[in-house]
Each structure stands twice: as C-alpha cells, then as structure tokens.
C-alpha cells in the first residue's frame, strides 16, 4: 500500500514536472534564416550555431532553416521580405538598412572603434539597442549585433601603399551613401552593388575591387579573383540579427525569450570564431597568392583626413544627434 502510494506520488510529481516544461507556450514553427556568405563562413557556421541552440531551447519546435549565399536575396531585398512578412529572419550587413532607418550611416562613418573591444560594449550596449529600436516602426526587430568586422581593400589593378593608388580604381561598395562618398573621396570610382553580384563583378571586371573583412574575403574566395589586399581597417562593420516585425507579434513571450537567448549564445560564438579565423586569414590568402600592403599610420592619416567630408555630410543631412552618441558611447568605452 504504502509503497503503492509512493509511486503514485512519484508519478504525481513527475507529471507536474512534465507539465512546467510544457506549460512553456512555445508552438511548432519553421523559421526561415538568410545570409548573404557561404555556408562554410564565419557567417555560416554561426547561423547553424543558431539554429542547433534554438532547437535545444524549444524542444525541437522552434526549427530554423539556415539559407546562405543569398538565396533567398540580397541584404536589401531579405530586409523587404521581413518587412512584407515573406521570410522570418536573416542576418546582414547594417550598411544596407539607411534605406529604411537613415541613422544606421552611423557605423559606416570611417576609423570611430579603436578595437572590437569597443565596438561590443557600444553595440550590446544601450547605444546599439536603442539604434535597433528605431526599426520597429518600419516593420523590423532587430535582435543582436554580430561581427562582420574591420574592413580592407582588395583590387585586381595593382598595390594600394597610399592614397594616390585609389585613383581608378572601379570600386564596389556597399549600398550605402557614406561608402559611395569615402571612396570618391580618395580617388576610387564607387560602384554600390548588392553584394550577392560581388564575386561576378569582380570576374567580369565589371568592377576592379571590393571592401570586406578578412574572414570574408578568405570564405567568398575573393583571392581567386582579387591579387592585392590592402589592410586599411576603414571601418568597423557589424551585421545585425533581424525578424520580421509582423511575424515576431504572432510569438509568444516564451518563444520571444528563446529566440533572445538562442540569438545571444550565437552572437558570442559568432564573436569568437569571427576573430579566431581572422588572425589566420592574413596567412590563408598570402597563401592563395594575395599581395598584401600595410598601410603606414600617416597614410591613414590622410584617408582619415579625406573621409571627414563624408562624415560632414552624413551629420549635417540629419545625422549629427546618432553620431554624437556614438562619439560619446566610444568615450564612454575606451
Ligand atoms: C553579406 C553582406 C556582407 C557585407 C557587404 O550579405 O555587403 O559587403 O560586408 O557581409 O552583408
């Protein structure tokens, strides 16, 4: 009896147990993640991070399909997708979102972080959330900031060692006003493109180079078709976790909480593995046949000096309230 009375117990409070987890309002959904770089790229390997977390934190019910190299778009026509309420989620450059918030120009203002240091305190910091928030009211959440990372100079013409080798130089950049006018500024021939016609561009020699960082011009294999790599760091470039706002409204607090933790463990590892194969990349392309040129500090210096036009410009057309946070946000980090 008394044993009997034991296991219905037991059994009592294995069912409660059983029933907190399910209590968690968490319904079967297929998520639909796009990116722009390969599956095997710092970006790829962080978006199957995602999705293997996700699966782990919902039971299996939150299942998210990974779609790299752009096939479900470019950056720009994945954020109208999320927009339209077509597609769930992707990551993707911050660059291409001034489109729709113009304050995002902010990050793409040349040599503001120091270090990746500072750029995660600043991003994951109130600065970046509040930046996010803005898209809200045009349809988008933005959940984390991953690193895409310092950008550099690659070209099929000839070395890059200072500012005169920009000259005609046709140069693709992103989609963006601030790129378009830096690069003009130092003599190279701008060419906004999405990146997803990037790697035909530069085999057709409709362009002659492109700005990435290092990890991504290791993972597209640039060096097949780009022989000089200049390491400028121009800017610090972060990609940025987006839903769709419409669908996002549909989740419930639970699913919500998941996806925030799901994305968040991603972004840590994204962090990691982005700047473990950074420091071998160098090697990696040297080794595929780049030619790679340091840039001198006082060459820098005169980019720096170049660039301060298009920062000019981008705070007098509406920008000089976000560029001054982020000023002070870097102060605030150093
Ligand atoms: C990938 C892009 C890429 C970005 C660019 O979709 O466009 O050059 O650096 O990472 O977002």
């Known amino acids: 009896m008394k044993l009997a009375f034991a296991s219905t117990v037991a059994a009592a409070l294995l069912a409660v147990g059983v029933t907190a987890a399910s209590a968690q309002e968490i319904s079967s959904r297929i998520i639909r993640f796009g990116f722009g770089l390969p599956e095997a790229s ?174 991504t011009i290791e993972s597209a294999k640039f060096y097949e078709v780009q022989k000089y790599l200049t390491i400028t760091r121009h800017v610090y470039s972060p990609w940025i976790v987006l839903a769709s706002k419409s669908w996002y409204d549909q989740l419930s607090g639970d699913e919500r909480k998941i996806l925030q933790q799901a994305a968040e463990a991603a972004r840590d590892f994204e962090r990691k593995d982005s700047r473990e194969a950074s420091l071998k990349a160098i090697d990696a392309l040297k080794s595929h046949g780049m030619e790679v040129t340091e840039l001198p500090p006082e060459e820098l210096a005169r980019l720096k000096e170049k660039a301060q036009p298009a920062a000019d410009k981008f705070a007098a057309e509406g920008g000089a309230e976000v560029l001054k946070e982020l000023q002070d946000a870097i102060a605030q980090a150093k």
């Open 42 to 215: 710092n970006q790829g390997r962080a978006a199957k991070f995602f999705a293997d977390e996700l699966a782990r934190l919902s039971d299996g019910k939150l299942k998210m399909r990974t779609f790299g190299d752009a096939k479900l778009g470019s950056d720009v026509q994945m954020q109208n997708a999320l927009i339209g309420g077509a597609q769930e989620m992707m990551v993707g450059s911050t660059a291409t979102l001034v489109g729709i918030v113009k304050d995002f120009g902010v990050y793409d203002l040349p040599f503001l972080f120091a270090d990746s240091k500072e750029a995660d305190a600043v991003l994951d910091g109130p600065f970046g959330r509040k930046l996010m928030d803005k898209l809200e009211a045009q349809g988008l959440v933005g959940l984390v900031y991953w690193e895409n990372g310092f950008r550099n100079l690659t070209n099929s013409k000839h070395p890059v060692a200072k500012m005169e080798d920009f000259s005609g130089i046709k140069l693709r950049v992103m989609q963006n006003p601030v790129y378009i006018d830096m690069f003009n500024s130092f003599g190279a021939n701008a060419v906004p493109l999405p990146y997803s016609e990037l790697f035909s561009a530069m085999e057709t020699g409709a362009v002659d180079g492109q700005e990435n960082p290092v990890t």
